[in-house]
């Protein structure tokens, strides 16, 4: 028996304590680069290659995006708080000012993206106020050095004191 209604602000009020990435899915599009932020992608599948994120039905880029069916998804590297709140709006230009360069397929990899994720999407499926998009994932590369950007406690952040083991395995 639940004590308390999981109200929105309740739910919240606990999630803000879980960490998370940050993202920017990205299209180049006929009329120019689009894109919006997400905290929400993930690792879905290793054989075959799946990634996801959630998207809110709110999105106004989304609508953009989906048609075009083909899209980077650029995990932000700890330089990068000002390019997420860029994306984290709705309208305007967001790519004024942020320097990209076509992926393999085209779409746009930002230049301070710590990793990037050559996409088109596979199913989308629906999850409440968001759905689920997820992706075949085509090309993807990470740089060499620097941490990723963590969104927490309402707050960018830095990984502190770096990881607890050597990372192993770059590509
Ligand atoms: C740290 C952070 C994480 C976010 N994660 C998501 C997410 O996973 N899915 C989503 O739809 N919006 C997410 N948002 C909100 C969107 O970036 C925001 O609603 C943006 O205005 C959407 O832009 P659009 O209307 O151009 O699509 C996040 C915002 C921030 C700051």
């Known amino acids: 028996m639940r004590e308390q209604e999981v109200s929105p602000d309740r739910l919240r009020q606990v999630m803000r304590h879980v960490p998370t990435g940050v993202a920017v899915v990205a299209a180049a599009t006929p009329d120019g680069p689009v894109g919006l932020a ?3 992608f993930v690792s879905v599948s290793l054989t075959p290659p799946l990634v996801g994120f959630f998207v809110a039905h709110a999105s106004t880029t989304w609508p953009v995006i989906e048609p075009h069916g083909r899209f ?3 995990v932000l590297g700890e330089e990068g708080e000002d390019t997420c709140r860029a994306f984290a709006v709705s309208g305007g230009d967001k790519f004024a000012g942020v320097t990209w360069r076509p992926s393999p397929a085209g779409s ?3 230049d301070n993206a710590l990793a990037w994720f050559d996409c088109t999407t596979n199913t989308i499926s629906d999850a409440g106020d968001h759905r689920f998009v997820l992706a075949d994932v085509h090309d ?3 740089r060499p050095a620097g941490g990723p950007l963590v969104f927490c406690h309402g707050t960018y952040q830095r990984l502190g004191n770096g990881p607890t083991t050597d990372v192993k395995g770059r590509v």
Do not use: A, T
Request: hydrophobic share 50%.
């Open 38 to 40: 997400v905290g929400s």
């Open 108 to 110: 746009p990899v930002l």
């Open 140 to 142: 993807l590369s990470v």
């Open 72 to 74: 980077c998804v650029n």
